[in-house]
């Protein structure tokens, strides 16, 4: 075989293999405390899905996509950065991030929150909520 039809052929192949595949995750958040209704976990995929728990995933509108999109870029220096803040006494929810640039931990007290770290809790709230039908 001539190598300009073997390179036609191996740029194909490499096309077809990307197809179908599933699109990368966002970000998992995960929110713990006291009340067991509190406790949830979120794998949001960049295809417009959110997983809540262990059920399957279910679509997410086009606003909170854009909105998940935003919080993985802003969260995604802090990741890197594998920032942990401490909560204060009165704390009563603890979130975990991760991404791909890594994680981050913080409470509903922590000081020193990033607005970013705002975000991350009113999109919990709102898709466990709103999007998994989860009681709080």
Known sequence: ????????????????????????????????????????RLLVSDGGTVKCNDAEPVALDGPRLLTARDIAREVAV?????????PAKDST???????????????????GRPKSFDRVVAFTAD????VCKLER
């Open 1 to 40: 075989m001539r190598p300009a039809c073997l390179a036609a052929l191996a740029a194909a192949a490499g096309l077809a293999a990307g197809c179908g595949s599933p699109s990368p995750d966002l970000f998992e958040v995960t929110r713990k405390g006291r009340d067991a209704n509190a406790n949830v």
């Open 78 to 86: 802090q990741a890197a950065l594998a920032i942990q803040l401490e």
């Open 93 to 111: 929810l603890r979130y975990a991030v991760k991404t791909e640039d890594g994680s981050v931990a913080f409470s509903d007290t922590s000081r």
């Open 127 to 130: 898709v466990a909520e709103n």
